[in-house]
């Protein structure tokens, strides 16, 4: 089967996602790229993700929309589909309705840049796309505009999405967002957070943003 490890990633990042409480039942969809540049994989609509084999996942084409796999892919394909046109450098895209998020979503509230962290993972305030009914080609429209590029999104009265370079990274924006609105949340019960200036938002992705992690060794492979 084409990209089937690519297709069992989709389905563990859709059992971690239930299990790190950031969506209930069938909520939420989760899609990757393929490494053709030509296709992404889509979590099927309304099945439980337990029971998700990699056949269950389906195939996009990009530039025309036909789909291969025996199941109706998820409603929110245009949410996806959009995001991968608009945005080249995403791989991974994971869209949830977990609880502390959605609150800011039902609030119409942006998330500002409260926690370092969220400068390195989201770059710059996590914006409210305008309402869009699920599954509506201007649900995605206002996702793919209020996104820009940055790699985190609030969806007005509905939940949230982030995109990474996979499908691992794009959860894990995920869970930072709900964990940067519970404590944008709390430090309103100790006067209100301060959120960063652009300034320093700037100095720290071209600082320590770019220094963060392992390095490729000098002189090693430069395609690392
Ligand atoms: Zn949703």
């Keep these: 089967m084409l990209f089937e490890q690519l297709r069992l990633d989709v389905i563990r990042v859709g059992i971690e996602m239930l299990e790190k409480g950031l969506t209930i039942g069938t909520g939420g969809n989760i899609s990757a790229r393929c490494p053709d540049g030509e296709h992404f994989l889509i979590t099927p609509s309304g099945m439980p993700y337990h029971t998700l084999k990699p056949e269950d996942i389906v195939m996009v084409n990009q530039a025309t929309g036909e789909m291969e796999g025996p199941r109706k892919p998820s409603i929110e394909i245009h949410l996806h589909w959009k995001t991968y046109l608009a945005r080249p450098d995403v791989g991974g895209i994971v869209h949830v309705h977990s609880p502390i998020a959605s609150a800011l979503a039902a609030a119409r509230k942006p998330l500002p840049v409260i926690l370092d962290v969220c400068a390195f993972n989201f770059r710059g305030q996590v914006e409210v796309a305008e309402y869009g009914m699920s599954g ?45 609105s519970h404590a944008y949340l709390l430090s309103q019960l100790v006067g209100g957070a301060v959120a960063l200036s652009q300034e320093t938002i700037d100095s720290l992705l071209s600082g320590v943003g770019k220094t963060y992690g392992q390095q490729p060794a000098p002189g090693g492979d430069k395609k690392a």
């Design 136 to 180: 509506s080609v201007e649900l995605a429209e206002n996702v793919v505009k209020a996104l820009g590029q940055r790699n985190a999104v609030l969806m007005a009265n509905h939940g949230s999405l982030a995109v990474g370079k996979n499908v691992d990274v794009a959860l894990d924006r995920c869970e930072l967002l709900e964990k940067a």
